[in-house]
Nanobody, 124 residues
Framework: QVQLVESGGGLVQAGGSLRLSCVAS????????MGWFRQAPGKEREFVAA????????YYADSVTGRFTISRDNAKNTVYLELNSLTPEDTAVYYC?????????????????WGQGTQVTVSS
């Protein structure tokens, strides 16, 4: 069975950093582009970042460019998201997702598999 398990969320002060991890199983990890999304209460799920199966290309939402870094370790079936210079606007549940294809999509509907999410809370 397909499984994506996020970890690394928590409470952090504004200006701080976190590293999120997502461990995948049940599918051919290297054949999938991976993405990170986030969702705050009462808001739509929002694209954060995506990375190609090879790890050689990536794409970021404007709101996080220069602050967040997506990476992956295919030997460990794991995708990471480094969150730096955090602000309260970054508070959300963060989800990882998998997309089978050559693109790095930013739409929720284009992803095939989803994790359960991990909570990131940034205090002011």
């Amino acid at each position: 069975q397909v499984q994506l398990v996020e970890s690394g969320g928590g409470l952090v002060q504004a200006g701080g950093s976190l590293r999120l991890s997502c461990v995948a199983s049940g599918f051919s990890f290297t054949n999938y582009n991976m993405g990170w999304f986030r969702q705050a209460p009462g808001k739509e799920r929002e694209f954060v970042a995506a990375i190609a199966g090879s790890g050689r290309s990536s794409y970021y939402a404007d709101s996080v460019t220069g602050r967040f870094t997506i990476s992956r370790d295919n030997a460990k079936n794991t995708v990471y998201l480094e969150l730096n210079s955090l602000t309260p606007e970054d508070t959300a549940v963060y989800y990882c997702a998998a997309h089978f294809g050559r693109r790095l999509p930013s739409r929720v509907s284009e992803y095939d598999y989803w994790g359960q999410g991990t909570q990131v809370t940034v205090s002011s």
